[in-house]
Nanobody, 125 residues
Framework: VQLQASGGGLVQTGGSLRLSCAAS????????MGWFRQAPGKEREFVSA????????YYADSVNGRFTISRDNAKNMLYLQMNSLEPEDTAVYYC???????????????????WGQGTQVTVSS
């Protein structure tokens, strides 16, 4: 599956952004999907994931309550609504498809085998 993330930008602390990820190729609805982020000099870290059905999500503690993941299988789209943004949220954000053989609930990038190109989110203080 090919993934294309978009929607990043520059926002002030406390602001909101909505990231989108367009999928094509393999059947999008077959895959659980996730969002990761990577700040300069840091490892890629898990943000959130959503079950292929849309019923089931989990989040990193750092974003729980502020970010919401969702998907529209009819449109082959994945979303990440980000509210109450903080400077610590500044990173390149990536969407990814969970490898089918990987167990639901993984937070490791190694468990995801298809990746988008990333979209930059910058939160100014």
């Amino acid at each position: 599956v090919q993934l294309q993330a978009s929607g990043g930008g520059l926002v002030q602390t406390g602001g909101s952004l909505r990231l989108s990820c367009a999928a094509s190729g393999r059947t999008f609805s077959n895959y659980a999907m996730g969002w990761f982020r990577q700040a300069p000099g840091k490892e890629r870290e898990f943000v959130s994931a959503i079950h292929w059905s849309g019923y089931g999500t989990y989040y990193a503690d750092s974003v729980n309550g502020r970010f919401t993941i969702s998907r529209d299988n009819a449109k082959n789209m994945l979303y990440l609504q980000m509210n109450s943004l903080e400077p610590e949220d500044t990173a390149v954000y990536y969407c990814a498809a969970l490898t089918p053989s990987t167990g639901w609930g993984t937070r490791s990038p190694d468990g995801f085998n298809y990746w988008g190109q990333g979209t930059q989110v910058t939160v100014s203080s």
